[in-house]
Each structure stands twice: as C-alpha cells, then as structure tokens.
T-cell receptor
Framework: NAGVMQNPRHLVRRRGQEARLRCSPM?????VYWYRQLPEEGLKFMVY????????ESGMPKERFSAEFPKEGPSILRIQQVVRGDSAAYFC????????????FGQGTRLTVV | AQTVTQSQPEMSVQEAETVTLSCTYD???????LFWYKQPPSRQMILVIR??????QNATENRFSVNFQKAAKSFSLKISDSQLGDAAMYFC??????????FGTGTRLQVML
C-alpha cells in the first residue's frame, strides 16, 4: 500500500507563472488536506477536500489559489500568477475518515519562485 | 480559534539521556486529539504519538511518551534513551471538530554524542 504521493518534489516557477501541485492519497482514503510550510515555520492549514467537494477552505488565500479533488485522479493545488512569497513547502495529508485521527503526510512539494 | 504554542525553539540532549519537549494549547472544545510529529531533514512528517482527549491515560510508543494535563492544556513529549536519529524538528498539533490540524511553531532537537 503506497503512501501519500506528491509530485513534483521540487518545482521552480518564474513570477507570474502557474504552479500545479499534485497529491495522490493513500488507497482507500477519501479525505485530503493541504498545508503550507514557510521556511522555519510550522505547517499552516490551507484546505480540506473530499471527493468532488471542498469541505473547509478557511486557510486558502482568497486570490490565485484553488484546489480540487476530482472523482478520478489526484488532488490538485493550483497557484496562479505565482509571487516570491508563495515559495514554501506544500504538504498533502490524507485520511480515511473526516477526523484527523489517522492522517498520513506526503513528502511535500518545495515550490521556489524566482 | 484553537492555538498551539511551543515555547522552546531549540533543545539539545545527550545521547541516551531523556528530554522533554513542551506544548500548550488553547481550545474550548472537549473532544479533540493531540499529536506530536517529527520532521527530519528529509521534510517527511512522521507521526510520533497521538493522544485522545477523553482518555486520561498518557499515550506511550516505545521510547516516546506524553504527559497530558487536560485541565492545564499541556501536552509535553518525553523522549527516553535519546538516539542520534531522534534529531529533528518536532511539531505539536491539535485536531478538533474542524478536522484540520493546527500546528505549533516547532522545536528543533539536537542530539549530542
């Protein structure tokens, strides 16, 4: 049973480009969470999704950021028109239940905006 | 809103000794979970230990144990017989009815030979 898979591991984008981060949850997990970790800081919640539904997006910036978790395929975190301040590690976690009792994390995607 | 505070940015311990990492939290909820995660240089977030708030007994996982003081809203992590591989960032986290995890700012643990 493969763990949570995130790709790419490293992503470099120029200012103004789009970044797409992918997360494939563990088999049997239908709940996905995205977190952002700025350098030397803890992880901050961004969004919680179930298949085809956004459950909680209270941590998502109002502009340029969006997330989806389609019926088929991975969850996608999309950042449009990236700026230097978007440089961070983005982590995905999945769980089989709605409560974060058994959340498993991917290895993260490190986004660098140049 | 729930908050998690880790007041020790850095800690060090001698190999084979015991170290305690502190964590306090603030919540008005009665049903919640508390976690300690380890983040080594690889950045992988590894669950170390989990405590359910309604359980009075402190959780234990091999060399790792917690001191859960619900009334004081304190959740410290004790690492016994420290090993070089324990060196990492340690994050305390809270999960309540909102389901998401709220993390502290982390404690960097160094293990000395």
């Amino acid at each position: 049973n493969a763990g949570v898979m995130q790709n790419p591991r490293h992503l470099v984008r120029r200012r103004g480009q789009e970044a797409r981060l992918r997360c494939s949850p563990m088999k049997g997990h239908s709940h996905v969470y995205w977190y952002r970790q700025l350098p030397e800081e803890g992880l901050k919640f961004m969004v919680y999704l179930q298949k085809e539904n956004i459950i909680d997006e209270s941590g998502m910036p109002k502009e340029r950021f969006s997330a989806e978790f389609p019926k088929e395929g991975p969850s996608i975190l999309r950042i449009q028109q990236v700026v230097r301040g978007d440089s961070a590690a983005y982590f995905c976690a999945s769980s089989p239940l709605g409560r974060n009792t058994e959340a498993f994390f991917g290895q993260g995607t490190r986004l660098t905006v140049v | 809103a729930q908050t998690v505070t880790q007041s020790q940015p850095e800690m060090s311990v001698q190999e084979a000794e015991t170290v305690t990492l502190s964590c306090t939290y603030d919540t008005s909820e009665s049903d919640y979970y508390l976690f300690w995660y380890k983040q080594p240089p690889s950045r992988q977030m590894i669950l170390v230990i989990r405590q359910e708030a309604y359980k009075q007994q402190n959780a234990t996982e091999n060399r790792f144990s917690v001191n859960f003081q619900k009334a004081a809203k304190s959740f410290s992590l004790k690492i016994s017989d420290s090993q070089l591989g324990d060196a990492a960032m340690y994050f305390c986290a809270y999960s309540g009815t909102a389901s998401k995890l709220t993390f502290g700012t982390g404690t960097r643990l160094q293990v000395m030979l």
